[in-house]
Nanobody
Framework: QVQLVESGGGSVQPGGSLTLSCAAS????????MAWYRQAPGKQRELVAT???????YYTNSVKDRFTISRDGARKMVHLQMNSLKPEDTAIYYC??????????????????WGQGTQVTVSS
């Protein structure tokens, strides 16, 4: 079993900042991509940012130059620093990791794991 636990959501005024964190635990052998997704009311879940285990990062256009994703492989954590927040950033933010469990080491099968989500509300 692998679990992801997110923290750091909350309410903030436009222009403010928040940092989300996600910690993985359980039967993990290795972690590939770490990512943050979000889902606003009435909209589909969208990819916000990805950090690969090769050190590359990807951001959706709407958050470039405002959000920063960082990963700590040793602690099995990923963070999302969000600056200059806008009302349109309001959503439930989900942590996602692609992992190889200790049970799948020999097959290299990857498992997609999701956190429970944390609410981010940007409003004046």
């Amino acid at each position: 079993q692998v679990q992801l636990v997110e923290s750091g959501g909350g309410s903030v005024q436009p222009g403010g900042s928040l940092t989300l964190s996600c910690a993985a635990s359980g039967s993990i052998f290795s972690i590939n991509d770490m990512a943050w997704y979000r889902q606003a009311p009435g909209k589909q879940r969208e990819l916000v940012a990805t950090a690969t285990n090769y050190g590359r990062t990807y951001y959706t256009n709407s958050v470039k130059d405002r959000f920063t994703i960082s990963r700590d492989g040793a602690r099995k954590m990923v963070h999302l620093q969000m600056n200059s927040l806008k009302p349109e950033d309001t959503a439930i933010y989900y942590c996602n990791m692609v992992v190889t469990t200790i049970y799948n080491v020999h097959t290299s099968e990857k498992t997609d794991v999701w956190g429970q989500g944390t609410q981010v509300t940007v409003s004046s």
